[in-house]
C-alpha cells in the first residue's frame, strides 16, 4: 500500500526539480550561465537579444515554460529589498568604511520597522547594472543602491526599464531615477566659506570628481572660491579615493610637495583624518598651519585629534527617506528626487575663532 501510494503521488518539490534541471540544460546548450538563462526567460534587457532569441528557442525545444502565475504570486509574498554596495575593483573599498555601515544601518531599521527584510549585496562599481539581478530573479522586490560612482548612465538604463530603484546620490543632470542625498552643493560652499572667513586663501580639495557626489561637492567648493574674488587652483587638488590603503601614499606625496596651502576641504571624514595624519608626517600643525574640514560627520569625527570640523549629512535619517521613496515606487506613486539639508559641525580642526 505505501509503494503504491509513493508512486501515484510525486514527492514536493519534483516539479520545481525538474525546471532547475531543464534550465542547466539550456545553459549547457546556450553556453551561458544559469542566471543569464533565467534573465532571458524574464525578457531581462540586461541579456542581448540574440542571447535571448537563443534561450527561448532552446527552451521551446525542451518543452519549456514560464510559470508566471507562481513568479508573480512569490513577487507579492516577497518582503525583501536589495541593499547593494558597490565597490572600486582597485581599491577595493571595504564595506566596514564607517560611512558604508551607518548608512546600511539606517536602511536596516527602516525596513525592520516597516516588516520588511534585507538583502545585502556587493557589485562591481563599473557594473551598476549588475544590481537588478536581485529583481530579475524575483529575490527582491526592488533595489537600493548606495552611491552613483562613475555610471550614472547605467543607473537611467535601469531606471528606463521600471526597475523599482533608489540611489544614495546627489540629483544629476538628466537624471531619470530617484536618489535621495544630502545637498552637496551646499555643503562644499559651508566648508569652503568657513575657511575662507578663518582668514585661510590657499584652499586645497581632497576627493575624485569623477564621482557625481564628490562633483557636486567641488562645484560648492568653486562657487565659494568665486565669491571671494578667487580663482580655484588645480595644483591645490587631489582626485584620492574613499579607501584609505590607496589614499594614504596619494595624500602624504600630496601634502609634502605642495606646501603652499593653508586649508583642505575633504570630501569625508576618513579622508579628513587621513589628510591629517599626512599633514603631521611633513611637521605642519592643524588647525594652526593648515586648517581641516571633513564630510559626513560620522561619530568618529568628534573623537579624533584634533576633533574634526565637518559637512553633517542626515545619515540618520537617510534610511526612511530611501525606503519611503522605494515603496512609493511599488506604490504606482512618481519617484521624484528628494535633496536633503546638511549644516557645518564646527570643532578644533577649523575652530570657529581663527588661529
Not at 545637498?183 to 578663518?198: C, E, K, M, P, S
Not at 586648517?291 to 526612511?320: K, R, S
Request: glycine fraction near 8%; proline fraction near 5%; charged fraction near 20%.
Amino acid at each position: 500500500m505505501s509503494k503504491s501510494k509513493d508512486l501515484s503521488a510525486p514527492a514536493a518539490g519534483t516539479a520545481s526539480e525538474q525546471r532547475r534541471l531543464q534550465m542547466v540544460d539550456i545553459a549547457r546548450l546556450a553556453g551561458v550561465s544559469v542566471s543569464t538563462v533565467s534573465r532571458a526567460l524574464n525578457g531581462s534587457e540586461l541579456v542581448n537579444a540574440e542571447t535571448r532569441q537563443r534561450v527561448a528557442e532552446l527552451a521551446r525545444s525542451l518543452n519549456y515554460s514560464i510559470n508566471f502565475g507562481a513568479r508573480n504570486l512569490r513577487l507579492q509574498e516577497n518582503k525583501t529589498v536589495a541593499v547593494v554596495v558597490p565597490y572600486d575593483a582597485r581599491s577595493r573599498q571595504h564595506i566596514s568604511d564607517p560611512f558604508f555601515l551607518s548608512i546600511v544601518g539606517s536602511i536596516a531599521d527602516a525596513l525592520t520597522d516597516r516588516g520588511y527584510d534585507m538583502l545585502l549585496s556587493r557589485v562591481d562599481a563599473e557594473r551598476l547594472d549588475l544590481a537588478s539581478h536581485w529583481f530579475d530573479s524575483g529575490k527582491a522586490i526592488g533595489v537600493v543602491l548606495i552611491g552613483q560612482w562613475r555610471h550614472h548612465d547605467q543607473l537611467n538604463e535601469m531606471a528606463a526599464r521600471k526597475l523599482p530603484l533608489v540611489v544614495w546620490g546627489g540629483e544629476m543632470p538628466q537624471q531619470l531615477y530617484c536618489s535621495v542625498g544630502g545637498d552637496n552643493v551646499l555643503g562644499g560652499t559651508l566648508a569652503t566659506r568657513h575657511l575662507l572667513q578663518l582668514g585661510r586663501r590657499r584652499i586645497a580639495f581632497v576627493g575624485d570628481a569623477q564621482l557625481p557626489e564628490v562633483w557636486l561637492r567641488r562645484q560648492g567648493y568653486a562657487q565659494a572660491l568665486r565669491e571671494a574674488g578667487l580663482a580655484v587652483e588645480p595644483a591645490l587638488e587631489l582626485a584620492a579615493p574613499f579607501e584609505p590603503g590607496a589614499a594614504t601614499a596619494m595624500l602624504r606625496e600630496f601634502c609634502a610637495t605642495q606646501r603652499g596651502f593653508d586649508a583642505v576641504v575633504c570630501c569625508s571624514d576618513v579622508l579628513a583624518l587621513l589628510t591629517i595624519q599626512a599633514l603631521r608626517t611633513g611637521g605642519r600643525r592643524v588647525p594652526d598651519e593648515v586648517a581641516v574640514t571633513g564630510y559626513d560627520d560620522m561619530p568618529l569625527a568628534a573623537y579624533c585629534d584634533p576633533p574634526l570640523t565637518t559637512v553633517h549629512q542626515p545619515v540618520a535619517e537617510a534610511g526612511a527617506q530611501l525606503v519611503e521613496a522605494l515603496l512609493g515606487q511599488l506604490r504606482g506613486e512618481r519617484a521624484e528626487p528628494r535633496t536633503m539639508p546638511v549644516y557645518l559641525k564646527l570643532r578644533e580642526s577649523a575652530p570657529d575663532i581663527p588661529r
